[in-house]
């Protein structure tokens, strides 16, 4: 499975647009990216889930270059309660692994009034 | 959407005992459920793939007698720290996907559950 490399930590403040990039040299052709959402002593919740150039709904846009070897979460206006860890994971396809999906160290995002 | 339910959300044992949990995928069948670890300030560990009527895959370094995964239904799958030591407190979660359709789906994720043994 590709590999993510995320940074640990962001703060921000509300009201910002928050970008989160997440480094995936390895991807594979059948490869999803996909991003979640974790709060403190609950479990990941999904954000959203792309395959190539951009993708948006309620919460997220998620851009992906043509290489595929990058993505970015765009979290626009965020408030306190976007504080929270998010993971990117690549290749959290049903054709890959089973559809295990293996998590990487994620980015801890501070929100700050 | 789909839901996950974990249960309990939180639990204290006797070093010694053993201690159930269990996932239940309340409006799909999940083929496949997974079971995850974190410690604090970390990020979620696989354990365990466990799969709808056949033995669980366990990942490298998880001890799969000390931890016993039961899957004996579409919509239910259980996991239990046999003999749990101090060690074992951490928190718990498991994941459902319905890994037999056409095409990629989300994972969906119980609430977890808060493991404190003393």
């Known amino acids: 499975l590709a590999k993510t490399t995320q940074p640990i930590s962001m703060d921000s403040y509300e009201g910002q647009e928050v970008n989160i990039t997440c480094s995936h040299n390895?991807?594979?052709?059948?490869?999803?990216i996909t991003w979640y959402q974790q709060f403190p002593s609950q479990g990941p919740r999904f954000i959203i889930q792309?395959?190539?150039t951009k993708v948006t709904n309620e919460v997220a846009s998620l851009f992906i270059p043509a290489d595929r070897k990058s993505s970015t979460l765009s979290l626009p206006r965020v408030s306190l309660s976007d504080t929270a860890v998010y993971y990117c994971l690549v290749g959290a396809t049903i054709y890959n692994q089973g559809g295990k999906l293996i998590f990487g160290q994620g980015t801890e995002l501070s929100v700050k009034p | 959407g789909a839901v996950v339910s974990q249960h309990p959300s939180r639990v204290i044992c006797k070093s010694g005992t053993s201690v159930k949990i269990e996932c239940r995928s309340l409006?799909?069948?999940?083929?496949?459920m997974f079971w995850y670890r974190q410690f604090p300030k970390q990020s979620l560990m696989l354990m365990a793939t466990?799969?709808?009527?056949?033995?669980?895959?366990?990942e490298q370094g998880v001890e799969k007698d000390k931890f016993l995964i039961n899957h004996a239904s579409l919509t239910l799958s259980t996991l239990t720290v046999t003999s749990a030591h101090p060690e074992d407190s951490s928190f718990y979660i498991c994941s459902a996907r319905d890994v037999t359709g056409q095409g990629d789906t989300e994972a969906f994720f119980g609430q977890g559950t808060r493991l404190t043994v003393v």
């Open positions: 466990s799969n709808e009527g056949s033995k669980a895959t366990y």
């Open positions: 409006d799909f069948q999940a083929t496949t």
């Open positions: 390895n991807i594979a052709t059948n490869d999803y």
């Open positions: 792309g395959y190539k």
